[in-house]
């Protein structure tokens, strides 16, 4: 008779669900149980050999190993501990431990002994087991492909493994919390196990593991419990991420994620703290389940009382006066106590140049210096402070270098460090370091590091070395199309660090020179009807002793008329027009020096060649442009100029000419009468077709001598803002203004430098000097007379998130709203009557391709030539445009 000594251990039938987990418990409970009444029932009948309350000594004699397994006899012998010859008693330790050994190596799902005989106090052991089912493959189904694989590392489910009880648990576990963290509440998983049945021995499953998340639980209503100083609205909006349902929200969700939720638990409490209320703390909180599939949030606060500041002492300052420092912490006995205030006045983590304690020490060298608040007393919910001050010794920067510029000079790096060796440390001076290397376009904005190598503080010294990432700084542009009748070809080349003095020098051309920083562009542009072809070329540092940029262009135009007989270009008729244009910039140091005072002098030449159009009154002739511009613009946006994340930038212009009229001694008040009378023969039908053609040609004859000389003034204006309004969401609010005017009224505004508000802004060739504004949501130029206007505002409202940063690509994506229009004259003018639209759109900037992107723009009225109550939606493709 076989005689069973111990225990057995099982695991579920595999090829079952683990919902059924509780069924198998109670098969193995029963089988547990009759094996427990043989065991008993064996001693009863063999009492008198084996006491079972005492244990009786056996000589172990063999050891057999039997079942499903693929490891040799000898090895799980030796490895259970169960030696031939050792002394055993039954029942007792030495059984108990070999199983607990071989149960613990994690390899056996069914381990079972067994007593085979005794003879003459010896006694022959059997070892019955079986090997856990090895994975050979994983099925994952409720999830998106490209989640699989991430799912089968985090729960190290590859093949091979040992497929346990304890795997499929945790996996189960696992995935159910994963997805509650994210929102999907009511997520369900649902593992299986099939046995592989084939020639092989060793026992072997798949899984399939099937994730059902449901959808996202929304949070039908937050409430709260124990809260008399602050109201349920004001705790609701102190939670960031965890938002009840509202019929219209825009930035923040309804739904439910868990970790979210755990952060503004703790918001709740810091909210308390800003309060007073330092002893506030939640109680207690509970999700309930709504019969409409949402939940609500139960949360049970308790308040404390509430807390004010008493004395606020300062120690250990020398180089600033308590007055000075009191003036910087802005916060004085009997205010309501704000642990979170006072830390931000002491040293605000969040802003690098903010206007704290921390930063008035490190700007002023005290690099070392450490500021501490000590509450050192607490009676009657009056709390006195000492806020204790280590300033250190001042520190100077020892040296300063830059790593990562590959291509770009030196020197052109060193001209835009603010900090410099033997100088006194200053945090602000590091910062905007990192701003303006930023700002130069050769690195990539997010990779430039300050690293503070080398810090002594007994001797005061510090070396700084700045970290900068090269990226492309030149861009290439070749394109064809069809357009305008014709194929268009395009070829622009833009080097945004060039190196003029080297560029005889053969050695240099890596492709091209560069390294020095300044800038160089040409641009060729084709087709049947027109030739453009422009260079441009601007050095930053006229001289490379100050921040001086000099730059100069130099573009022709020749625009041939259509000939409406063959389609073609009449290539006798033509309209040129010639430009140079030299200007100076200067940063300045007053008010501040991000501050440039910009001048340039620009002549254009627009020369008509038997080129009648409804465009001028006179088809041959000539207009030249002398005109002098002046602007003040101010530039403090953070860092990287693609994506900026705050700061602002704003810029006036004033663009005019000569006054020729007070001194070239024409009549302009007669000329007016003169052409008002000819317009007035040329429009009435009833005249022969003589005299209308001759008052014709007299208006063009007039118009010669007003236009000979442009005679204008115009302002611009154009400020941008930019606040991040969370990490990386970045509100961008603009404006613009634009006005065109005359000095002489009978002389009148130029039909040239004119304003055409409406689409993308781009033009591929501009007759006449017009300015092309963007509006987008409607047709290019549209909201504009077709001579254009001479005034013109818009309003402009983007929301912008990236996508992505990297040198490589740069892409966020973008929504906005708009409004603008054009006007006559400033009689008509009425900022209040715009055009509005609205729309989504994305910018991907490459450095070898620069900026592109698309809108999808709504306009919400009419314009000339629409049927319907609103133009509606527009597509536009952005090229090169502004950031």
């Known amino acids: 008779m076989m005689l069973l000594l111990n225990i057995k251990k099982e695991?579920?039938?595999?090829?079952?669900?683990?919902?059924?987990?509780?069924?198998?418990?109670?098969k193995r409970y029963i089988k547990q149980a009759i094996t427990l009444f043989i065991i008993v029932l064996g001693f009863s009948v063999y009492g008198q050999d084996l006491n079972y309350d005492n244990g009786k000594k056996y000589t172990l004699g063999s050891v057999s190993v039997l079942g499903n397994t693929s490891f040799n006899e000898q090895t799980i012998v030796a490895y259970s501990g169960l030696r031939k010859g050792k002394e055993i008693t039954v029942p007792g330790e030495d059984i108990s431990n070999a199983i607990k050994k071989l149960w613990n190596s994690k390899l056996f799902a069914d381990i079972e002994i067994y007593?085979?005989?005794?003879e003459n106090d010896v006694a022959h052991l059997q070892i019955r087991l079986s090997d856990l089912p090895i994975l050979t493959e994983v099925k994952i189904t409720g999830v998106k492909k490209g989640k699989v694989e991430g799912i089968i590392n985090e729960n190290k489910l590859k093949k091979g493994t040992k497929v346990t009880e304890n795997l499929i648990t945790t996996?189960?576990?696992?995935?159910?919390?994963?997805?509650?963290?994210?929102?999907?509440?009511?997520?369900?998983?649902?593992?299986?196990?099939?046995?592989?049945?084939?020639?092989?021995?060793?026992?072997?499953?798949?899984?399939?593991?099937?994730?059902?998340?449901?959808?996202?639980?929304?949070?039908?209503?937050?409430?709260?419990?124990?809260?008399?100083?602050?109201?349920?609205k004001m705790l609701r909006k102190a939670m960031k991420g965890t938002k009840k349902i509202k019929r219209i929200r825009l930035l923040k969700r309804s739904k439910f994620i868990d970790s979210a939720y755990q952060a503004d638990l703790t918001n709740i409490v810091t909210k308390f703290a800003e309060n007073g209320y330092r002893d506030a703390r939640i109680i207690s909180d509970s999700i309930v389940v709504n019969d409409d599939k949402t939940i609500s949030l139960n949360i049970k606060?308790?308040?404390?009382?509430?807390?004010?500041?008493?004395?606020?002492?300062?120690?250990?300052?020398?180089?600033?006066?308590?007055?000075?420092?009191?003036?910087?912490?802005?916060?004085?006995?009997?205010?309501?106590?704000?642990?979170?205030?006072?830390?931000?006045?002491?040293?605000?983590?969040?802003?690098?140049?903010?206007?704290?304690?921390?930063?008035?020490?490190?700007?002023?060298?005290?690099?070392?210096?450490?500021?501490?608040?000590?509450?050192?007393?607490?009676?009657?919910?009056?709390?006195?402070?000492?806020?204790?001050?280590?300033?250190?010794?001042?520190?100077?920067?020892n040296s300063v270098s830059v790593v990562g510029n590959d291509k770009t000079n030196d020197h052109v790096v060193y001209r835009e460090i603010r900090t410099r060796p033997g100088q006194l440390y200053s945090k602000a001076n590091v910062v905007r370091t990192v701003r303006e290397l930023g700002q130069l376009g050769f690195f990539d904005a997010q990779e430039i590091t300050p690293n503070f190598n080398n810090p002594n503080p007994n001797e005061g010294t510090i070396d700084m070395e700045y970290s900068v990432k090269e990226t492309g700084s030149s861009q290439i542009e070749l394109q064809g199309g069809y357009g305008g009748g014709g194929f268009i070809g395009t070829l622009g080349l833009s080097f945004n660090n060039f190196s003029i003095k080297d560029i005889f020098k053969k050695d240099a051309y890596k492709p091209i020179p560069m390294g020095d920083g300044q800038k160089l562009a040409l641009r060729l542009q084709a087709s049947r009807f027109y030739q453009t072809y422009s260079f441009s070329f601007s050095e930053p540092w006229l001289g490379g002793k100050r921040p001086v940029q000099f730059s100069t262009s130099i573009s022709h135009t020749k625009q041939f008329l259509y000939d409406y007989t063959t389609g073609n270009a009449d290539k006798s008729k033509s309209f040129n027009i010639t430009g140079i244009t030299l200007g100076l910039a200067k940063r300045l140091t007053v008010p501040d020096d991000y501050f440039t005072l910009s001048q340039a002098v620009s002549y254009q030449i627009y020369d008509l060649n038997n080129y009648n159009t409804g465009l001028f009154t006179f088809g041959d002739g000539s207009a030249k442009n002398l005109?002098?511009?002046?602007?003040?613009?101010?530039?403090?946006?953070?860092?990287?100029?693609?994506?900026?994340?705050?700061?602002?930038?704003?810029?006036?212009?004033?663009?005019?000419s000569i006054p020729y009229s007070l001194f070239d001694g024409v009549d302009y008040s007669d000329l007016k009468d003169e052409r008002d009378a000819a317009e007035v023969v040329r429009d009435d039908t009833t005249r022969s077709t003589e005299d209308r053609t001759a008052a014709q040609d007299r208006i063009g004859e007039i118009d010669?001598?007003?236009?000979?000389?442009?005679?204008?003034?115009?302002?611009?204006?154009?400020?941008?803002?930019?606040?991040?309004?969370?990490?990386?969401?970045?509100?961008?609010?603009?404006?613009?203004?634009?006005?065109?005017?005359?000095?002489?009224?009978?002389?009148?505004?130029?039909?040239?430098?004119?304003?055409?508000?409406?689409?993308?802004?781009?033009?591929?060739?501009?007759?006449?000097?017009?300015?092309?504004?963007?509006?987008?949501?409607?047709p290019n130029q549209s909201l504009s007379d077709q001579d254009g206007g001479s005034i013109y505002n818009k309003f402009s409202l983007e929301l912008r998130y990236p996508i992505t940063l990297k040198a490589s690509a740069k892409i966020y994506a973008l929504g906005f709203l708009e409004g603008g229009a054009s006007f006559n004259s400033f009689r008509d003018y009425n900022p209040f009557e715009i055009k509005r639209s609205a729309g989504l759109g994305v910018r991907i900037f490459m450095p070898a391709f620069g900026l592109l992107?698309?809108?999808?723009?709504?306009?919400?009225?009419?314009?000339?030539?629409?049927?319907?109550?609103?133009?509606?939606?527009?597509?536009?493709?952005i090229i090169g445009q502004q950031f």
């Open 171 to 232: 996996t189960k576990n696992f995935l159910v919390k994963k997805y509650k963290k994210t929102g999907f509440y009511n997520t369900k998983v649902n593992i299986n196990t099939i046995e592989v049945k084939d020639s092989l021995e060793k026992a072997r499953v798949k899984m399939v593991v099937a994730i059902d998340k449901g959808e996202k639980v929304k949070i039908k209503d937050i409430n709260f419990e124990g809260n008399t100083a602050l109201s349920d």
């Open 301 to 397: 606060v308790e308040e404390g009382k509430p807390y004010t500041f008493g004395d606020i002492n300062f120690i250990g300052n020398s180089v600033y006066t308590d007055q000075q420092l009191n003036r910087m912490l802005r916060i004085k006995k009997g205010d309501t106590y704000n642990g979170v205030l006072l830390e931000k006045r002491i040293a605000d983590n969040s802003k690098p140049d903010a206007d704290d304690i921390t930063n008035l020490y490190q700007n002023s060298g005290y690099l070392f210096s450490s500021i501490n608040p000590v509450e050192v007393s607490a009676d009657g919910n009056v709390i006195d402070m000492e806020i204790r001050i280590t300033e250190g010794k001042a520190a100077h920067f």
């Open 704 to 778: 010669q001598k007003r236009y000979k000389w442009l005679e204008f003034y115009k302002i611009n204006f154009k400020g941008d803002w930019y606040t991040e309004l969370t990490k990386n969401l970045v509100l961008k609010p603009s404006m613009e203004f634009g006005y065109l005017g005359a000095y002489n009224n009978d002389r009148g505004v130029i039909p040239f430098e004119r304003f055409f508000v409406g689409g993308d802004g781009l033009g591929s060739y501009s007759l006449d000097g017009r300015e092309a504004i963007a509006l987008r949501g409607y």
């Open 115 to 118: 007593i085979a005989k005794v």
């Open 853 to 877: 992107g698309i809108d999808f723009g709504h306009g919400f009225d009419t314009i000339q030539g629409d049927t319907g109550t609103k133009h509606g939606w527009e597509t536009h493709f």
């Open 627 to 656: 005109s002098y511009t002046v602007g003040l613009s101010r530039n403090n946006t953070r860092i990287d100029p693609i994506f900026p994340t705050g700061g602002s930038n704003f810029s006036i212009t004033a663009k005019a």
């Open 11 to 26: 695991n579920d039938d595999l090829g079952k669900q683990v919902n059924n987990f509780n069924k198998h418990l109670l």
